[in-house]
């Protein structure tokens, strides 16, 4: 079965300061990674996905950034972060299929808190 | 651009009984899915049920069950003799298939809090 690890579960950083959020995921190959950001008290908003190693879509444009080195890790950074960038992260990855029912499981969450 | 709304913040319902959490969507596509996720407070997003648009029954997952009416695009979950694990965030979300190659790029809404009491 797949499971998805997600690290740190939690961050408190100065204003500034640079960022990297880790995730990663066992047991498939060729996932699709994404990372989401959901404020306080609010749905989700995509930031990041991915279909493949090194390919990076960016839906919204933001002090953040997304790499993927190897096929099932996916990374989150900031050279400097801002007061507006607290928030809960989520990874989630899924299957590459066209298939409408393409179901994201998420890791269990990373909440950043920048002062 | 798509849309999801779920318009009760928060809901509470007794144990044992049947509550329904509202979602409406906007789209222009004629292929898309609907999806329900359930967020309790440790924050992890949890799957509960889809729906594709194309799907003429509705979808159900144990005490989960989705009804959607196309016309209306409302696609509401009914979670039937509630349980007091079932205290969480609800999320609506959508998918639209046209353009997005194998990435399932959900749109979320704003979810709804069920409160369950004895």
């Known amino acids: 079965s797949q499971t998805i690890h997600q690290w740190p579960a939690t961050l408190v950083q100065p204003v500034g300061s640079p960022l990297s959020l880790e995730c990663t995921v066992e047991?498939?190959?060729?996932?699709?990674l994404y990372w989401y950001r959901q404020a306080a008290g609010r749905g989700l908003q995509l930031l990041f996905y991915?279909?493949?190693?090194?390919?990076i879509s960016s839906e919204v444009p933001q002090n953040l950034s997304a790499s993927r080195p190897q096929d099932r890790q996916f990374i989150l950074s900031s050279k400097k972060l801002l007061l507006s960038d607290s928030g809960f992260y989520l990874c989630?990855?899924?299957?590459?299929?066209?298939?409408?029912?393409?179901?994201?499981?998420f890791g269990a969450g990373s909440r950043l808190t920048v002062l | 651009a798509q849309k999801i709304t779920q318009t009760q913040p928060g809901m509470f319902v007794q144990e044992k009984e049947a509550v329904t959490l509202d979602c409406t969507y906007d789209?222009?596509?004629?292929?898309?899915?609907l999806f329900w996720y359930k967020q309790p407070s440790s924050g992890e997003m949890i799957f509960l049920i889809y729906q594709g648009s194309y799907d003429e029954q509705n979808a159900t997952e144990g005490r989960y069950s989705l009804n959607f009416q196309k016309a209306r695009k409302s696609a509401n979950l009914v979670i039937s003799a509630s349980q007091l694990g079932d205290s969480a965030m609800y999320f609506c979300?959508?998918?639209?298939?046209?353009?997005?190659?194998?990435?399932?790029?959900?749109?979320f809404g704003t979810g709804t809090r069920l409160q369950v009491t004895l």
């Open positions: 979300a959508m998918r639209e298939v046209k353009g997005s190659g194998t990435a399932s790029k959900l749109t």
């Open positions: 047991g498939t190959s060729n996932p699709n």
């Open positions: 789209t222009s596509d004629q292929s898309y899915g």
């Open positions: 989630a990855w899924s299957f590459p299929t066209h298939s409408g029912a393409n179901v994201l499981t």
């Open positions: 991915s279909v493949g190693i090194g390919q």
